[in-house]
């Protein structure tokens, strides 16, 4: 029997009643610390775990010495010092007083079951769902995901409320009673978030909702799909935020620069009319000085009129406002147009072309070559340092692949997707030394997506970079049209 005490999983003491270890077995050695029996043994408890002494547990053991009633708890937290270290420990515990012959409490049996691992594993579980649900509330996130096999979902009220159902939504509420939210004009945008998930896993869209009460909110869409082993879509799982004070804000600000830029282009247009009848008038005089004051008071207002057009471009393409004049032409004779007009009035750098693709295509001449112009000119802007610019054509036999290359500062690899929205500028030293609005970029991929193609960026930092864009070749149809 004694053998069975000392070999079983759980820890079992005996104590008399002045706390003297008559007892322990193996499992308890180790919560005590101690490698075996016969270093607990004969000892004073206290002088073995000294934080226990007037703590909670030491009042317990009183009490069922006292009282004579047995005590058990779960996951009771007891304070220890044990090998020096103070920590708390949880344990399953159970206390039972010990009786002679006479019926007199001489001790008491010490059974117990440690769990701290697995209490301090699941607090720390606790404590971070707690933060996780701090950080969704804090941000106003709805929760949600949707079965795709049975459409049905599971919400956080958070989630009905940004769509107008505060005290819940009906349980059944189905992806499709979600779609039939979505604002019309949205849908598309919605559609294709949903397809590109299906695709690529994760979707982010910000489309315009009613709500219940009729209002419109924007909401701000992030989810992954779920596929199982036969890559099957099951599960949609992500988060639904309200952006429309944003939104606000963002339309407040377009107006703002759409009613600025409209403003300026007007007085911007006289000045230069009046510059040009000034200059003809004044070079007459025969002064070079003169004349090297008209040069760079021209360049001056050609920098404003550049910056004016690209404010004004945003805007009307953001209102859907830009008409596209679609035409077959030479891509290789527009390269060749656009490198002689910029190299003319650039000495720091050579802009060479290598034309390997093939170059018929269907698109808009003017926009095409605004998309070279800001290419080649944030080429130059960028590599201050190197002379060499290089513009490829690819052999392809379906799209018309080309390649606008410098040697300069390069770009890093967080930064190649950001650098194509509107505003964004690489803040560090070497690229505030040149001036910008951030809109190039920006312009020239609305540019390319209207007419069916797209860009990106090959890089390495310090070493340059290949700004490459793509565009469908001119099929037969277009031709016979
Ligand atoms: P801007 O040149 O007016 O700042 P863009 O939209 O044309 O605006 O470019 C956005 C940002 O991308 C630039 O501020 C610059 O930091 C970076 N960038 C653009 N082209 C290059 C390039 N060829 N090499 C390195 N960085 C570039």
Same mark, same amino acid.
């Given at each position: ?53 007037? =703590? ?7 009490? &069922? ?7 058990? @708890? ?13 920590? &708390?420990?949880?344990?399953? %515990? ?13 001790? %008491? &049996? ?10 301090? !594993? ?6 971070? /769902? ?20 049975? !459409? +049905? ?56 909702? %009613? ?16 596929? =199982? ?60 000085? %003169? ?35 679609? +035409? ?7 390269? @060749? ?12 750098? +050579?802009?060479?072309?290598? #034309? /390997?693709?093939? =170059? ?69 030293? /070497? ?17 390319? #997506? ?32």
């Amino acid at each position: 029997m004694n053998e069975l005490y000392r070999k079983a999983p759980v820890g079992i003491f005996f104590m008399n009643k002045d706390f003297v270890v008559n007892f322990a077995n193996q499992a308890m050695c180790k919560m005590f610390g101690k490698e075996s029996p016969a270093e607990i043994e004969g000892k004073n408890l206290f002088s073995l775990l000294p934080g226990l002494e007037g =703590d909670f547990i030491h009042q317990l053991y009183e009490k &069922v010495i006292g009282t004579g009633e047995s005590f058990v @708890d779960k996951e009771l937290p007891v304070n220890f010092i044990r090998n020096g270290k103070a920590e &708390v420990a949880y344990y399953n %515990i159970l206390i039972e007083p010990v009786r002679n012959d006479r019926n007199e409490i001489i001790g %008491i &049996v010490n059974v117990s079951l440690e769990l701290t691992e697995q209490v301090v !594993n699941r607090k720390r579980l606790e404590e971070s /769902q707690h933060r996780l649900d701090l950080a969704i509330e804090a941000n106003k996130l709805g929760i949600w995901e949707f079965d795709l096999l049975s !459409n +049905t979902s599971v919400r956080s009220a958070r989630y009905d409320e940004i769509f107008g159902y505060e005290n819940g939504a009906p349980s059944w509420w189905s992806r499709e009673d979600f779609v039939r939210h979505i604002m019309e004009e949205d849908l598309p945008t919605y559609k294709a978030a949903f397809e590109q998930a299906r695709e690529r896993g994760d979707m982010e869209a910000e489309v315009r909702i %009613i709500t219940a009460h009729g209002t419109m909110k924007w909401i701000g869409i992030r989810g992954v799909i779920l596929k =199982d082993d036969d890559g099957i879509p099951v599960k949609a799982i992500g988060i639904t935020v309200d952006v429309t004070e944003r939104k606000r804000q963002e339309t407040q600000k377009d107006e703002f620069i759409s009613i600025v830029s409209h403003e300026l282009k007007t007085p911007i247009t006289s000045v230069k009319a009046y510059t040009q009848i000034l200059q003809r008038e004044l070079s007459k005089l025969g002064d070079p000085k %003169i004349s090297l004051m008209f040069d760079r008071m021209d360049k001056q207002l050609n920098k404003l009129t550049g910056i004016i057009y690209d404010l004004l471009d945003v805007t009307h393409m953001e209102g859907g406002k830009v008409r596209y004049n679609h +035409t077959e032409f030479s891509f290789n004779d527009l390269l @060749d147009e656009i490198i002689s007009e910029i190299q003319v009035g650039i000495h720091t750098h +050579t802009i060479q072309a290598v #034309k /390997q693709g093939k =170059d018929r295509i269907y698109a808009d001449r003017e926009r095409i070559s605004q998309v070279l112009v800001n290419l080649i000119t944030n080429a130059i802007k960028y590599s201050p340092k190197s002379s060499e610019i290089i513009i490829r054509t690819y052999p392809s036999e379906t799209v018309l692949l080309c390649g606008v290359q410098d040697f300069g500062f390069g770009i890093s690899d967080e930064m190649k997707t950001k650098l194509f929205e509107k505003f964004y500028r690489v803040h560090n030293s /070497q690229h505030s030394t040149v001036s910008g609005l951030g809109l190039g970029l920006y312009i020239t991929r609305e540019i390319l #997506k209207r007419q069916n193609g797209r860009i990106w960026v090959n890089s390495v930092l310090g070493e340059g970079s290949e700004f490459v864009f793509e565009l469908p070749l001119t099929t037969s149809e277009e031709i016979s049209t």
